[in-house]
């Protein structure tokens, strides 16, 4: 099975930051890499897919790139809203499997 | 607008059986793989089980082969996954989601999203 390895576990940022957050995969992935944001009570929302495609509706400031097995999710200019954990996901190969998560609190 | 519906969650004791249903609207259901995701009190997401759109291919995750299956009826636009044998391991929100693909053998992401229902396996 791939694992997926995220860093850090939690950060704390304040509105207008620039967060990255890393995900590593225990092989290549190719660029077979998925964010997704969760906040507090909600299901999931998918945010980025194939490392770096913005899903429809999300927006500009957040951004994905990497290969291989390391990747990273940023976003620039932290907006109140953005406050959440992050997950990591690899759609490369069955069992899919998501990262431990990212919890973006507000400093 | 996607909607995904799920139900059938509840309380089971150990070794029991449940059987969750997603009712979905808003899209071609035939046309996309379907997938159950879950995430066990205070944890992370856990991939459980996924389906092609047509039925014919299915995944699950090792921790549960042998004792989930997944299912789809393409005429009524549900999704399914009959829970055997449950354990208190298995206690979660399970979250039935919609792939953005008609098969999930590669690039398998999870785009929308129901609301969950809860299982609890305890005696």
């Known amino acids: 099975d791939i694992q997926m390895t995220q860093s850090p576990s939690s950060l704390s940022a304040s509105v207008g930051d620039r967060v990255t957050i890393t995900c590593r995969a225990s092989?290549?992935?190719?660029?077979?890499l998925n964010w997704y944001q969760q906040k507090p009570g909600k299901a999931p929302k998918l945010l980025i897919y194939?490392?770096?495609r913005l899903q429809s509706g999300v927006p500009s400031r957040f951004s994905g790139s990497g290969s291989g097995t390391d990747f990273t999710l940023t976003i620039t200019s932290l907006q109140p809203e953005d406050f959440a954990t992050y997950y990591c996901?690899?759609?490369?190969?069955?069992?899919?499997?998501f990262g431990g998560g990212t919890k973006v609190e507000i400093k | 607008e996607v909607q995904l519906l799920e139900s059938g969650g509840g309380l089971v004791q150990p070794g029991g059986s449940l059987r969750l249903s997603c009712a979905a609207s808003?899209?071609?259901?035939?046309?996309?793989?379907m997938s159950w995701v879950r995430q066990a009190p205070g944890k992370g997401l856990e991939w459980v089980s996924a389906?092609?759109?047509?039925?014919?291919?299915?995944y699950s995750a090792d921790s549960v082969k042998g004792r989930f299956t997944i299912s789809r009826d393409n005429s009524k636009n549900i999704l399914y996954l009959q829970m055997n044998s449950l354990r208190a391991e298995d206690t979660a929100l399970y979250y039935c989601?919609?792939?953005?693909?008609?098969?999930?053998?590669?690039?398998?992401?999870?785009?929308?999203w129901g609301q969950g229902t809860l299982v609890t396996v305890s005696s």
């Open positions: 808003g899209f071609t259901f035939s046309s996309y793989a």
């Open positions: 989601a919609k792939v953005k693909t008609r098969n999930c053998g590669g690039d398998c992401n999870f785009e929308y």
């Open positions: 194939v490392t770096s």
């Open positions: 996901q690899q759609s490369y190969s069955t069992p899919l499997t």
């Open positions: 092989q290549s992935i190719s660029t077979y």
């Open positions: 389906i092609s759109g047509s039925g014919g291919s299915t």
